[in-house]
């Protein structure tokens, strides 16, 4: 069993950065990969970002590639989303999911969830 809490969000101006958080509790947090996804009103979740159990493998939705890093720290059991050079189009609730195995962009593949948190990018 895994619990995940997001946290990092908020109002940002166009351009800005934030990093988020996502804070599991639990064991063998290192067996789990996990996914960055996000909805915006009116719109399917979406892939964002997913990173291997280890770190080591790392893959990115084009639209966020070069301006977003997904990380983790196993010891911590904490993995990052840093977001940087963001656009209203990147306004959504961001959740973070974790997976025992392999790494997915597709959200029914994850077995647990956090609550999200919520990104607004405007002026």
């Known amino acids: 069993q895994v619990q995940l809490v997001e946290s990092g969000g908020g109002l940002v101006r166009p351009g800005g950065s934030l990093r988020l958080s996502c804070a599991a509790s639990?064991?063998?947090?290192?067996?789990?990969?996990v996914g960055w996804f996000r909805q915006a009103p009116g719109k399917e979740r979406e892939f964002v970002a997913r990173?291997?159990?280890?770190?080591?493998?790392?893959y990115y939705e084009d639209s966020v590639k070069g301006r977003f890093t997904i990380s983790r720290d196993n010891a911590r059991k904490t993995v990052y989303l840093q977001m940087n050079s963001l656009s209203p189009e990147d306004s959504a609730v961001y959740y973070c999911?974790?997976?025992?195995?392999?790494?997915?962009?597709?959200?029914?593949?994850?077995?647990?969830w956090g609550q999200g948190t919520q990104v607004t990018v405007s002026s």
């Open positions: 999911a974790a997976r025992n195995g392999i790494s997915s962009t597709y959200p029914p593949a994850y077995e647990y």
């Open positions: 639990g064991r063998a947090f290192s067996d789990y990969a």
């Open positions: 990173i291997s159990r280890g770190g080591e493998i790392t």
